[in-house]
């Protein structure tokens, strides 16, 4: 070719991808990541926010000390799930993405939100959480529940499945020094109208196969992990 290109599949790379796909049998799950891994939309929605001068898109509370890193070694890479921006973020996005696949006549059937645990710094110190009141003995584990069910429901709401990581649906962080089998969200919390396809970590030790045992037995659908394409970022919102 004449260049390098962007990295990025373009609107019409994407429906071609599709189409082809489904000529295969091939079902593609397009991602979003809404947890700790999501450094590229906190930045792009950071610079959304300077150009347009509003906050509606935000993904990172400013308002936040930044007195966290991921296991990326970043400090604002985890999304706020407690800033009514980023609902309305993920919920404009899944209809964008849903309306790719509707033009190109191949129905989007789940939508991959990532999972990736963030530390809990980067959550409790969140003015916005703070505001919410989250109290009790684990504060942080409420406001994973909320932020779990929330996301659900947008996605119910678009008539879209989820898959996700095995922690984003999980009771973590653990005391134990393995990991533990930790406990599985309550399945009945989300709409009855939405599958929830979970990705599990790719092991045979015994702790992993537990916690793929514990979500199946609760309701879950359970399999490997598979591979992302990258979307190019979407020029307007």
């Not at 990295?7 to 082809?20: S, W």
């Not at 296991?71 to 009514?84: G, R």
């Not at 109290?135 to 929330?150: E, H």
């Not at 969200?185 to 514990?214: G, M």
Request: glycine share 6%.
């Amino acid at each position: 070719g004449s260049g390098l290109g962007s990295g990025y599949y373009t609107k019409k790379d994407y429906q071609e991808i599709l189409k082809a796909a489904e000529d295969r049998n091939i079902e593609i799950i397009p991602s979003i990541n809404l947890a700790g891994r999501a450094r590229a939309a906190v930045i792009a929605m950071n610079e959304y926010s300077r150009r347009t001068n509003t906050t509606d898109y935000n993904l990172h509370d400013r308002n936040t000390e930044h007195v966290y890193l991921t296991d990326t070694l970043f400090d604002d890479s985890a999304i706020n799930p407690c800033m009514p921006s980023t609902f309305k973020f993920f919920d404009t996005v899944l209809k964008q993405i849903k309306g790719y696949h509707d033009e190109a006549k191949v129905p989007l059937e789940r939508i991959n939100i990532g999972g990736d645990d963030s530390p809990a710094a980067a959550w409790l110190n969140s003015s916005f959480c703070k505001t919410d009141g989250y109290m009790g003995p684990d504060p942080f584990m409420r406001i994973k529940v909320n932020y779990t069910t929330k996301i659900a429901q947008i996605a119910a709401d678009n008539g879209v499945n989820l898959s996700g990581f095995e922690e984003f649906f999980m009771a973590w962080p653990t005391t134990d020094p393995r990991g533990g089998p930790l406990v599985p969200f309550d399945v009945t919390r989300y709409p009855k109208n939405l599958e929830i396809f979970v990705q599990t970590r790719n092991s045979q030790n015994d702790v992993f196969i537990q916690r793929a045992t514990a979500l199946s037995n609760n309701g879950y659908k359970v399999g490997r992990p598979f591979k992302l394409l990258r979307l190019q970022p979407l020029k307007t919102i």
